[in-house]
């Protein structure tokens, strides 16, 4: 099982996997039905979640239900209980949305909210995060995880981010750590082929490796940065990495 899903996410593209793994990945669910973890976006039971990973897949990460994985399910429920996402309605950016996301998230805002992507044929509006098609000060809420190691100026997405978020409005901007975690930010645009990029910046797709430097690359952007461990509250049940932190900035 880790080595079927290991090549099809590292050699299928996204975009793909998007549209067709949801049926196949349910009847995989059956084989871990169980009561022991729950995903709290679909509200699924199982005795584990399914393992997930490109190279050395994770256990207990991938929710047949829905697609959701640990950071997924780390920021819904920080939603739920930090902040008014679920009260009222809003105007949201969700930049590459992901597939366990999106009905839930347009049932709550419906017109207001917006998908967004460069390539995926599940977002409304075909959009380079480097020139965001919507004027300032337009949203509440910018969704956008695990895109900013992909592009090809992060400082430049996040000041457009900041330009389109309300004064107040807020934005949580994750992005992939790999240990050690370099005290510096690592980019080098002369690495292209994939292989090497593989090698120096974790994934084949990535431009960058994100330091512990990150909080202040996106105060350069004019934003102000929170690091939340929210996640150490988190039951084991929901299968979160306790570790993980959430990054929430805002536009004051």
């Known amino acids: 099982m880790k080595k079927l899903i290991s090549v099809l996410i590292r050699y299928v593209p996204r975009k793909y996997l998007q ?8 009847a995989l669910g ?28 994770r256990p207990n990460a991938l929710c047949a239900g829905c697609l959701s994985l640990e950071r997924h399910r780390l920021i819904w429920l920080y939603l739920q209980q930090k902040t008014n996402f679920f009260q009222t309605k809003l105007y949201v950016l969700h930049i590459a ?17 917006i998908t967004a992507d460069i390539e995926s044929p599940l977002a409304k509006v075909k959009m380079d995060i480097h020139q965001i098609p919507f004027g300032e000060n337009h949203f509440d809420v910018v969704l956008c995880n695990h895109v900013l190691e992909h592009v ?32 510096v930010t690592f980019e080098d645009n002369s690495i292209t082929d994939p292989r090497e990029r593989e090698r120096v910046f974790g994934q084949d797709d990535h431009v960058r490796l994100f330091g512990k430097d990150y909080t202040k ?6 934003l102000k940065a929170e690091e939340s461990n929210f996640a150490t509250t988190v039951s084991e049940r929901f299968g979160v990495q306790n570790k993980e932190v959430l990054y929430v900035a805002s536009k004051q």
């Open 19 to 26: 549209l067709f793994s949801g049926v196949g990945l349910k």
């Open 30 to 57: 059956i084989f871990y039905a169980g009561n022991r973890v729950e995903c709290p976006i679909c509200k699924s039971h199982y005795r584990q979640f399914l393992p997930y990973g490109r190279i050395n897949p």
């Open 97 to 113: 949305p992901e597939h366990c996301f999106m009905k839930p998230f347009e049932a709550q805002h419906g017109e207001g909210y």
């Open 152 to 183: 090809q100026d992060d400082i430049k997405a996040m000041s457009e981010i900041r330009r389109v978020l309300k004064p107040g409005g807020w934005a949580i901007l994750q992005v992939p750590f790999f240990a050690p975690i370099p005290d």
């Open 217 to 222: 690359r996106i105060e350069r952007a004019g």
